[in-house]
């Protein structure tokens, strides 16, 4: 049982860390660059990596609200009702874990930590624990 609620969230931590190289700047340019020519050859190289960049937020932004539902849920278990503490626990380790995130991404060369990209790792949090919360006041 607590592998059924514990495994998703920690594979998923492991798979947006910072050792993940595949997450770097230079490896999503190499997929989502030539996906934006693709879908949309006219546009200007600078307009192209301009929606480089927004994707990569959009990924942070997704990536942290997924891990916080995923938290949600290994916090509560196979409890169907809605407990304060899971909430707040899986609040508190994903805005621990998305500031350790960034914090470490400073020291890999690859890698560029940010107090910006932290503040969006952290409206993704925010948004998702609302969206629980709210969810739970209507059932």
């Known amino acids: 049982m607590i592998i059924r609620y514990w495994l998703p969230p920690i594979v998923w931590m492991i798979f947006i860390s910072p050792l993940n190289s595949l997450l770097t700047s ?3 340019s190499s997929l989502v660059l030539p996906f934006i020519s693709w ?3 006219h546009l200007t190289p600078d307009v192209k990596a301009a929606l480089h960049i ?6 942070h ?3 942290y609200a997924f891990l916080a539902l995923l938290l949600f849920r290994a916090f509560r278990g196979g409890s169907r009702t809605f407990r304060f503490s899971s909430f707040l626990f899986a609040g508190l380790i ?4 998305a500031a350790l995130d960034e914090y470490l991404q400073t020291f890999i060369p690859a890698r560029t930590g940010s107090f910006y990209d932290w503040l969006i790792d952290a409206f993704g949090i925010a948004t998702a624990l609302i969206i629980l ?3 739970s006041k209507k059932q």
Not at 54 to 59: A, E, I, L, N, Y
Request: charged letters at 25%; proline letters at 5%; aromatic letters at 22%.
């Open 54 to 59: 927004v994707f990569r937020k959009t990924g």
């Open 39 to 41: 879908l949309m050859p």
């Open 26 to 28: 230079r490896e999503t």
């Open 133 to 135: 919360a709210w969810r």
């Open 61 to 63: 932004f997704l990536g």
């Open 94 to 97: 994903s805005f621990g874990y």
